[in-house]
């Protein structure tokens, strides 16, 4: 994680010293104005508080796709090392989409970097059905990163051990899994598979990947051995757990608490470009020595962990110091997450 710091706060210092000029200020602010807004009027002269406003949305951007990008590379490097470090020279698998191309390509012999672009096909085509153009692109790119880094980067077999290669394979794997899920994409197909399905069939995200998995272990103990299926179990729960703890424990669904003075333009945010419903509170905010009272509206809104990312960065451009509050939702019943697409 040191490195990804180090990497991030590279980006950021290089980004600053860009954008320290006036002149390019107003440049990307111009750039950023036309692009968000193409049906107004080009000679138009925007006011200087439309152009910062606009810069500062480009600077959040920016920072957030940069971010993205250093997380999902240093996501496929780490899965890539958990692959040919420890689970191909072993016959290991794991499961989901992954266990998919890792079972194919031990029986037949074609390569897993060929095998997890094709099988993942489907799935980036569904995710851009249910969470649109953006996270499928960075989707496809980050699978077609993995395929090409199984591909042309060597990593050294670090042990033949079969517990350590189950622990230790899975661990590279859902950290690299985990990495990507921050930077706003995925490199196992099998989530997006859940969240179509459960949605369909009204059954949760957890069983729809629990079904999914048992396929894949009692696939893995009739072509291969009971003995590899086992230790692939240890891989999977090995993987499961590190990604959980990557992503910080975020489940299926979050439930945002969003407290700030500029609530009506939150609300219009999350309803128009998140496309989620909202319960707006009637509260009193306390603040400052004397514990001053003003009346104030709370946002309340669920939204799935793929979304999480997106929905801060939105808040962040209306009101860097609104005061949001997380929380970890099982299942959700009823209301419009479940029907309408998610929009990413």
Same mark, same amino acid.
């Given at each position: 994680?040191?490195?990804?710091?180090?990497?991030?706060?590279?980006?950021?210092?290089?980004?600053?010293?860009?954008?320290?000029?006036?002149?390019?200020?107003?440049?990307?602010?111009?750039?950023?104005?036309?692009?968000?807004?193409?049906?107004?009027?080009?000679?138009?002269?925007?006011?200087?508080?439309?152009?910062?406003?606009?810069?500062?949305?480009?600077?959040?951007?920016?920072?957030?796709?940069?971010?993205?990008?250093?997380?999902?590379?240093?996501?496929?490097?780490?899965?890539?090392?958990?692959?040919?470090?420890? $689970?191909?020279?072993?016959?290991?698998?794991?499961?989901?989409?992954?266990?998919?191309?890792?079972?194919?390509?031990?029986?037949?012999?074609?390569?897993?970097?060929?095998?997890?672009?094709?099988?993942?096909?489907?799935?980036?085509?569904?995710?851009?059905?249910?969470?649109?153009?953006?996270?499928?692109?960075?989707?496809?790119?980050?699978?077609?990163? $993995?395929?090409?880094?199984?591909?042309?980067?060597?990593?050294?077999?670090? %042990?033949?051990?079969?517990?350590?290669?189950?622990?230790?394979?899975?661990?590279?794997?859902?950290?690299?899994?985990?990495?990507?899920?921050?930077?706003?994409?995925?490199?196992?197909?099998? /989530?997006?598979?859940?969240?179509?399905?459960?949605?369909?069939?009204?059954?949760?995200?957890?069983?729809?990947?629990?079904?999914?998995?048992?396929?894949?272990?009692?696939?893995?103990?009739?072509?291969?051995?009971?003995?590899?299926?086992?230790?692939?179990?240890? %891989?999977?729960?090995?993987?499961?757990? %590190?990604?959980?703890?990557?992503? /910080?424990?975020?489940? /299926?669904?979050?439930?945002?608490?969003?407290?700030?003075?500029?609530?009506?333009?939150?609300?219009?945010?999350?309803?128009?470009?998140?496309?989620?419903?909202?319960?707006?509170?009637?509260?009193?905010?306390?603040?400052?020595?004397?514990?001053?009272?003003?009346?104030?509206?709370?946002?309340?809104?669920?939204? %799935?962990? $793929? /979304?999480?990312?997106?929905?801060?960065?939105?808040?962040?451009?209306?009101?860097?110091?609104?005061?949001?509050?997380?929380?970890?939702?099982?299942?959700?019943?009823?209301?419009?997450?479940?029907?309408?697409?998610?929009?990413?």
């Amino acid at each position: 994680m040191q490195s990804l710091y180090y990497a991030h706060s590279a980006l950021v210092s290089l980004l600053n010293l860009t954008i320290m000029n006036a002149s390019w200020k107003r440049f990307f602010a111009t750039l950023f104005l036309k692009l968000n807004h193409p049906q107004s009027d080009s000679a138009k002269k925007h006011s200087a508080y439309q152009r910062a406003k606009a810069f500062r949305e480009f600077v959040i951007n920016l920072r957030r796709h940069a971010k993205d990008v250093v997380l999902i590379t240093i996501g496929i490097f780490s899965a890539s090392f958990g692959f040919k470090g420890f $689970l191909l020279t072993n016959h290991f698998i794991d499961g989901g989409v992954t266990g998919i191309s890792l079972l194919v390509s031990a029986l037949s012999g074609l390569p897993l970097s060929l095998l997890i672009v094709c099988i993942n096909i489907p799935f980036i085509i569904l995710g851009y059905n249910i969470m649109g153009k953006t996270f499928a692109i960075k989707t496809a790119l980050a699978i077609t990163g $993995l395929a090409i880094c199984i591909f042309a980067v060597d990593f050294p077999n670090v %042990t033949n051990d079969n517990l350590l290669v189950a622990v230790f394979g899975g661990f590279f794997l859902g950290a690299g899994i985990g990495l990507a899920v921050r930077g706003g994409a995925v490199i196992d197909g099998t /989530e997006v598979l859940a969240i179509y399905l459960s949605r369909k069939f009204g059954t949760t995200m957890g069983d729809v990947v629990i079904a999914i998995n048992v396929m894949i272990f009692s696939a893995a103990a009739y072509f291969l051995s009971i003995e590899i299926a086992l230790y692939s179990m240890i %891989t999977y729960l090995a993987a499961s757990r %590190t990604l959980d703890f990557i992503i /910080e424990g975020i489940e /299926e669904y979050i439930g945002v608490t969003i407290i700030s003075s500029h609530s009506e333009e939150i609300r219009q945010m999350i309803i128009e470009n998140m496309g989620r419903g909202v319960t707006v509170y009637s509260g009193k905010g306390g603040f400052g020595k004397k514990g001053d009272v003003r009346d104030i509206d709370i946002i309340y809104t669920v939204v %799935t962990r $793929l /979304e999480l990312n997106k929905l801060n960065t939105e808040i962040e451009k209306i009101d860097p110091h609104s005061f949001v509050v997380m929380s970890s939702i099982k299942d959700t019943k009823g209301g419009m997450i479940k029907k309408r697409p998610l929009k990413h």
